[in-house]
Every structure is written in structure tokens, then in C-alpha cells.
């Protein structure tokens, strides 16, 4: 599991702009296969490692690609929100990939948080698990930010966690303007 530490929005650009490297190696990739018929297409897109890592210098292949690429990029932005409100909060400690532990922890400030993409909110039960999962945490703040395409971007509380922020962060905010 990675684990990266990040002092401040220097290194979180730098490690962004490594995840969108990748993204558009990953995309001449693809344009290398237009003409592949579809199911074989599918299937080199999923077992075969045609994707890259978003950060390490490895393949992969473009589903796992996806899936954490756009994990990594709403962490960079969730670290991004808490040095923004946060007085003092760098170093950030963020745990990019599966982990016992928390996504993002910030020791000097008393963060700590989860994050995820997905379609929406209540895929896989994600939000669920992973507000059961923060709200135990020995920090006075707790977060859990998110990116789904159909959720307005904002900050709120569910009322069976009231001691959680629920931050849904917008697509530019993750990944910028297209």
C-alpha cells in the first residue's frame, strides 16, 4: 500500500500531475486499439496490463487503472481541503490504496478521514462503511470525502453521525476543468 506523506499543495501537485501522466498514457493506449472488436477490446482493458499505475512506474491493467486514479485524485483533493481549512495541519499522511488503517491523517491537526469515488453515494454500501469506520476515530475531526458526478459539491452531516463531516467534493476539484 502506498503511503505518502505531503507537507504541502507543492507536493500535492506533483503527485497529481504524475496521476494524469499516467492518465494519458493510458489513453494513447486505448487509441491504439480503436479497431479491436469489442469483446476483445473488453477483455485487454481488464486482464491485460495495457493501464499504468497512477503514481509507480508499473502496468496495469485500465480497470484497476480507473478505479485508483480516481481514488488518488479525490484524496489529493480531500489533503487539498484540509491544509485549506485546517490551520497547521501539514504533514498529511495519506494512504493510497487498501489499508487498516485511515486514508488520510493528519497528526498536528486532529484530522483524520476516508475517501472514495463512485456513481453515487450508496454504491456498495461505501458511504456507510466508511462513516462507521471514521466516526471511531481518536481525532476531533473526521471527514469523509467523496466525488460522484451526480452529487452537488458541499459539506454537510448526516444526523446518525453528527460527528463527521461529509464533504462531496466537485470534479474540478478533483481532477480540474476538462
Known sequence: MPTYIVEDSDALRHLRKSILAAAEKAALAIRDLAN???????????????????????????????????????????????LAHHVGAAPIQLNLGTSAGYDLVSMSAGVAGEVFAAVNRTNNR????????????????????????????????????????????????VWGSM
Open 36 to 82: 479491436e472488436p469489442a469483446m476483445s477490446l473488453l477483455a485487454r482493458m481488464k486482464f491485460q496490463d495495457l493501464g499504468f499505475h497512477p503514481i509507480d512506474d508499473r502496468r496495469l491493467n485500465l480497470v484497476e487503472q480507473i478505479n485508483q486514479t480516481f481514488t488518488y485524485l479525490v484524496s489529493l483533493a480531500a489533503a487539498d481541503y484540509v
Open 126 to 173: 461505501k458511504l456507510a462503511k466508511d462513516l462507521v469506520k471514521v466516526s471511531g476515530a481518536d481525532a476531533p475531526h473526521k471527514y469523509v470525502f467523496f466525488h460522484c458526478p451526480a452529487e452537488s459539491p458541499g459539506c454537510s452531516r448526516l444526523e446518525l453521525f453528527p460527528q463527521v463531516r461529509l464533504v462531496a467534493l466537485s470534479a474540478d476539484a
